[in-house]
């Protein structure tokens, strides 16, 4: 990419950001998480009229992976969503800054209030209640509606993935861009920055409309 481009994508997202009194933060690592979001989408412009917030399908399988820009941490996910029983199954692969890496089996079964979290690594696992609310993967119904666009190209069919992208304001100086297609409400991407942890990405891919293996949230033997 050349560096008159650069300059010309990260002009762009200050313009967008200004539009929507959003705060660029200062330095190198604001002005890459700007660059980063803006590549990552591939604007192409906004087509026809505004949507509303759409929810997820009852069922999705997929990956995930989570970072920051400082790459104080990283993680990557296998999911199962299933939002008719509401439970939730995640084998996450985490690291840290020192290269430190974890593995952990997390089932949340909110119908019960349990959670489990099986550890691979010594086959240990911890039974705990779960208090928080089934929350379904969706646009929240206070996102800002910022453009549509298509991620790849629109020459031809196929070619791309027609996307809508919202923002979402957390709290003080605190936002999020998410992302989601047109068709289906799938979730492909969210960019967040606070005040404590800078900028925080999260993009999904290898998204099915299944559940594949319901067995998978089945907490294992050592969770007996």
Do not use: H
Request: with cysteine; charged share 20%; net charge neutral.
């Amino acid at each position: 990419m050349s560096l008159l481009l650069l300059c010309d994508l990260l002009r762009a997202f200050q313009q967008l950001a200004k539009g929507f009194e959003i705060p660029i933060p200062r330095g190198d690592s604001g002005k890459m998480a700007a660059v980063l979001f803006i590549c990552s989408l591939f604007f192409l412009g906004a087509l026809g009229s505004a949507p509303k917030p759409c929810t997820s399908p009852d069922l999705l399988e997929g990956q995930r992976y989570i970072g920051d820009l400082k790459r104080t941490f990283g993680e990557e996910e296998t999911f199962s969503y299933d939002a008719v029983q509401k439970r939730i199954y995640l084998y996450r692969s985490m690291w840290d800054a020192s290269g430190k890496k974890l593995a952990v089996m997390d089932i949340m079964l909110f119908q019960q209030s349990i959670r489990y979290q099986f550890y691979p690594q010594n086959k240990t696992c911890v039974k705990s209640a779960l208090r928080t609310p089934f929350q379904r993967i969706a646009v929240p119904s206070n996102a800002t509606f910022l453009s549509q666009i298509y991620l790849g190209g629109s020459s031809e069919p196929r070619e791309g993935v027609l996307t809508n992208v919202w923002m979402l304001t957390t709290g003080d100086s605190e936002y999020c861009f998410l992302s989601f297609t047109e068709s289906n409400c799938l979730p492909l991407s969210e960019v967040c920055f606070s005040k404590d942890k800078s900028w925080v990405f999260a993009t999904s891919f290898n998204l099915t409309k299944t559940i594949q293996d319901p067995s998978v949230f089945n907490p294992p033997s050592e969770c007996a």
